[in-house]
């Protein structure tokens, strides 16, 4: 059993309380695989204490519009302040003691920022990318093409990519990032998500796959690679 720091969607309730929104999605996908999730208060006082234990991986999970200075384009979108600020001390925590990451949708964008990449705010695709629905992608240094899931509507563009990174899988009717890696860092990062439906099972597998061969985790399901 593996043991991942989770982040969480910064938000309010009726009564305009602060709350921590994890969806269920991430746990059933990661438990599925052997990890234990341990999801992390955007208002924790006791960061130390997140690390009293083992952790073997920080999952920066998808939802919602960072700061505006990490973008191209101005934007008004409502942001998330204290999520902000815990998922850049625990990336650099975990960066700096070598616990590997993942990054998922605006965790993606949110790693790349961080090392001095940029994102584009509603990004005007050539082709466009409905949410919700799958579209084929390139996977780099090779002639193989994979059906992904798609739930953004901001993107990193190739050009804004941080120099810390390079791609692993891209959109290349719009020339954006789908997934990127580090060369120096144990960092993998997906614009996707994993942990949500696929129309196709390649592109479930496929991901699952990725995921299972970052963390050392052997590969449960029996099927050829793809």
Not at 8 to 31: C, H, I, P, W
Not at 150 to 169: G, I, K, R
Request: charged residues 25%; contains cysteine.
């Amino acid at each position: 059993m593996l043991h991942a720091l989770i982040t969480q969607r910064e938000g309010q309730n009726m009564y305009g309380k602060s709350t921590d929104v994890l969806e269920a999605a991430y746990t059933e996908f990661y438990e599925s695989m052997g990890i234990r999730l341990h999801p992390v208060s955007n208002f924790t006082r006791d960061f130390e204490a997140l690390f009293e234990d083992p952790i073997d991986v920080l999952i920066v999970t998808g939802g919602g519009t960072l700061h505006p200075k990490y973008y191209v384009e101005p934007h008004k979108a409502e942001l998330q302040p204290h999520r902000d600020v815990m998922e850049e001390r625990l990336i650099m925590y975990c960066v700096e003691n070598e616990i590997p990451i993942i990054g998922v949708c605006r965790g993606m964008q949110h790693l790349n920022a961080l090392f001095g990449g940029k994102i584009s705010y509603s990004a005007p695709f050539v082709v466009p990318r409905p949410r919700g629905v799958d579209h084929m992608a390139k996977i780099c240094n090779s002639d193989r093409y994979i059906k992904i899931n798609n739930f953004h509507s901001d993107c990193v563009y190739l050009e804004n990519l941080s120099t810390m990174f390079y791609p692993l899988v891209v959109d290349e009717e719009n020339g954006s990032v789908e997934a990127f890696v580090s060369p120096t860092m144990s960092i993998l990062a997906f614009q996707w998500h994993p942990e949500r439906y696929f129309e196709s099972e390649e592109g479930r597998l496929f991901s699952r796959h990725l995921i299972q061969d970052f963390l050392g985790i052997p590969r449960d399901d029996k099927k050829p690679d793809l």
